[in-house]
């Protein structure tokens, strides 16, 4: 892209969540570089550390950091990271979701009280504590960005607990909107049709789900993770600038029909 003026050129990215080549986060990051910024990674555990350090090799002038989003010791070595290692962040994508897979089948009536602190924990609590941590880093006008699904507000099979996570996930982007807005900082989600992740293939029946999503959304088609990715870095740039505390829906049109 020489000579074509990038949205992110000169900027700092923190991508969250990105597990292996699949996963939407890496998407995401990828499309960050492209478009100029620089990106920091996190990772969490052993496993997460190869594949992610992997991965961001590829990318030129990537950092990775290791960060637990459940341990505020965690998220304060990121932040004190960040702030020494790039002076800041413009931008931050958080993918992180979890639940028990004997929770995402069955009935959502016999989900666990531990399984569904764990979920609306990992999943929910995370963006409000990465909100947190990472305020005195970011750079003016930053902007945050999570990842949610229709599930939020319909009941889709075997999404369970994970649906009442995106639920507080969703209401959680809204409340924060109006906390960080009068510093300039925006909050957004994007609610993503189902693509095949490592994590969405704990939901049972998911092939079942990216049928019936090919058959009527819109488009009769499913989403590309490639589509999110360029949405977040729509909701990431200046061209953005107006847009806070909202949901973006790419899922091929699917949210507007009434089935």
């Not at 999943?123 to 949610?148: D, E, I, N, Y």
């Amino acid at each position: 892209m020489d000579g074509v003026s990038r949205l992110l050129a000169g900027t700092t990215a923190l991508v969250m969540g990105v597990a292996n080549r699949w996963s939407i986060a890496w998407a995401v990051a990828r499309a960050f570089s492209r478009e100029g910024a620089r990106v920091i990674f996190t990772f969490q555990g052993a496993r997460q550390e190869k594949d992610v350090h992997g991965l961001a090799g590829t990318l030129p002038g990537s950092l990775v950091f290791p960060c637990d989003v459940t341990r505020d010791a965690d998220l304060e070595k990121l932040a004190e990271a960040v702030r020494n290692e790039a002076g800041g962040v413009d931008t931050v994508l958080h993918s992180i979701a979890f639940a028990n897979r004997d929770d995402l089948s069955g009935a959502f009536v016999n989900t666990s009280r531990a399984g569904f602190a764990l979920a609306l924990e990992t999943s929910t609590f995370s963006l409000v504590a990465v909100a947190r941590h990472l305020l005195p880093v970011l750079k003016p006008g930053a902007s945050l960005t999570t990842l949610t699904y229709i599930g939020a507000t319909r009941v889709m099979p075997n999404y369970n607990v994970m649906g009442v996570a995106k639920a507080a996930l969703e209401a959680s982007v809204r409340y924060l909107a109006c906390d960080l807005g009068p510093q300039g900082f925006r909050v957004n989600a994007i609610s993503a049709g189902p693509i095949k992740t490592a994590s969405a293939r704990a939901v049972q029946g998911f092939g079942r789900i990216l049928e019936v999503m090919e058959q009527r959304a819109p488009l009769r088609r499913n989403t590309d993770p490639e589509e999110v990715a360029d949405a977040a870095v729509f909701l990431a740039s200046p061209l953005a600038r107006g847009v806070t505390g909202e949901v973006l829906f790419v899922d091929c049109g699917f949210h507007a029909t009434g089935l």
